[in-house]
């Protein structure tokens, strides 16, 4: 059976194609830095969003047409399964993910649970023998069940913080079994509401031992994935304890993991945090700690995860730019951890959606490689601090001076001039190498 009759495999057509089924801007098979586009960006699938998303808000039912839904129970699962790889091949993706209650329904028990996980797991295994795409992460949801609702690895009850590590070493199995390139950790629940009846150092000492537990089960076990922290600020808890890449980071240095963990950050958290997409990489990146990105954006008029498909083109470039730096992602990837608007219903609007995103981080990518092949922003950032350079400066970067020396050097000093920051101008320069990037 197929589940999107009407859709052919999506080809790479150029950018005056009128084809809404084909690549304008992303050349899977182009080289690019001694590889090819397709696999230095490692574009992945969202599972959740992609195949089991309803489209439903707070406010309205869901509205998702999917042609699978006529099934229930394992069988819908089963049937998912069908689709999905059916997806990845006419997209030609080279990666997926999911969280277990994706692929298979939670059963009565944890063991009912795990039987159906082994049957899908099974199945996706077979599919996988003769499919192209991988496995980028996957991950266990430990926050939308009620029993998760003061949280999972910081629970105030002992037997949830066991069920939750239970859930996650069958994660870790999963992983190793299919193949798992990474393995993802995002605390939905991890957090709190009001110090009024919490135990904050507690609740932060038991996760770090929650994690050191996987560390120490996945090195038991063989799978060698990288891990991954993915930060989020608030929603559904009013503080999370993984607010954003700063307080992940600081938390994992406090507790020994940052040489076990990375990042996967998230351009719609990032939003949420007060942050640019941009800030979030970069700070990941000057630490050695940026490690596979969920590709989205948020809207700019709404203050919750709206998970919307990327075409922001300054947004993709910025993001590129980093991850260019940064070599790459390494075992990570660009997975798309965005859905369609409630509005785009049909089958037929998931490839769409996925193109413009796979199409927009396209842009962006080359659009970075040409901003740090003519060092547009690194010789504007070299002057600005050239004073450290030389001189007093550079004895600063040295640890050369105290502040007797600095007061002697400060005393000498005429007027204080300053140099004009020159931002509309990098914008301007920025828009100007967008417009141009594919003008050949």
């Known amino acids: 059976m197929s589940y999107f009759p009407e859709i052919k495999a999506i080809q790479y057509e150029g950018a005056k194609s009128k084809n809404p089924y084909a690549f304008k801007f992303y050349n899977p098979e182009e080289a690019f830095e001694g590889t090819t586009m397709q696999d ?18 707070p406010f309205g039912a869901g509205t998702a047409i999917r042609p699978w839904d006529t099934y229930s129970g394992i069988d819908l699962a089963k049937a998912r399964v069908e689709a999905a790889f059916e997806f990845f091949e006419k ?15 939670e059963g009565e028990t944890l063991a009912e649970s795990n039987q159906n996980l082994d049957v899908i797991v099974g199945m996706i295994k077979d599919y996988m023998k003769t499919s192209k795409t991988k496995l980028l992460w996957n991950t266990v949801n430990n926050f939308t069940h009620p029993r998760f609702v003061h949280g999972a690895g910081s629970a105030s009850d002992a037997d949830v913080f066991a069920y939750a590590a239970a859930k996650v070493k069958k994660g870790l199995e ?21 110090l009024l009846n ?49 307080s992940g980071y600081a938390f994992l240095q406090h507790y020994g ?29 000057i630490n050695n700690m940026l ?22 083109l300054y947004t993709t470039t910025l993001a590129m730019y980093e991850i260019l730096k940064n070599g790459g992602l390494g075992r990570g990837g660009l997975n798309f951890d965005a859905k369609v608007r409630r509005g785009s219903f049909s089958p037929e609007d998931l490839f769409e959606a996925h193109i413009a995103g796979m199409d927009s981080f396209a842009v962006g990518l080359k659009t970075a490689k040409k901003l740090l092949e003519d ?14 350079s030389s001189g007093i400066g550079k004895e600063i970067v040295e640890g050369k001076v105290g502040l007797k020396e600095l007061e002697q050097h400060a005393l000498q000093l005429g007027e204080l001039k300053q140099s004009s920051g020159k931002l509309e101008r990098i914008k301007a320069t920025i828009n100007q190498y967008l417009l141009t990037s594919f003008a050949e």
């Open 291 to 312: 490690g596979s990105v969920d590709a989205n954006q948020g809207h700019p008029l709404l203050g919750w995860d709206t998970d919307e498909f990327p075409t922001d």
């Open 375 to 388: 060092r547009v922003l690194e010789d504007i950032v070299a002057e600005r601090y050239s004073s450290f």
């Open 257 to 285: 993991l940052t040489d076990k963990f990375k990042f996967n950050i998230e351009a719609n958290h990032a939003t949420l945090a007060g942050h640019t997409f941009e800030h979030e990489l970069h700070y990941a990146r």
């Open 91 to 105: 997209l030609n993706v080279p990666y997926f993910c999911f969280h277990d209650v994706d692929i298979a329904p």
């Open 174 to 194: 999963i992983g190793k079994e299919l193949g798992a390139e990474s393995y993802v950790f995002w605390g939905g629940r991890e957090g709190y509401e009001t």
């Open 198 to 246: 919490t135990d904050m150092k507690l609740e932060l000492d038991n996760l770090g031992r929650f994690f050191h537990l996987a560390v120490d089960y996945a090195k038991e076990i063989n799978f060698d994935a990288q891990f991954l922290i993915e930060p989020k600020p608030k929603e559904p808890t009013s503080h999370q304890y993984d607010f954003d890449v700063a």
């Open 40 to 57: 230095y960006l490692r574009f992945g699938v969202a599972y959740w969003h992609t195949f089991t998303e309803d489209l439903s808000d």
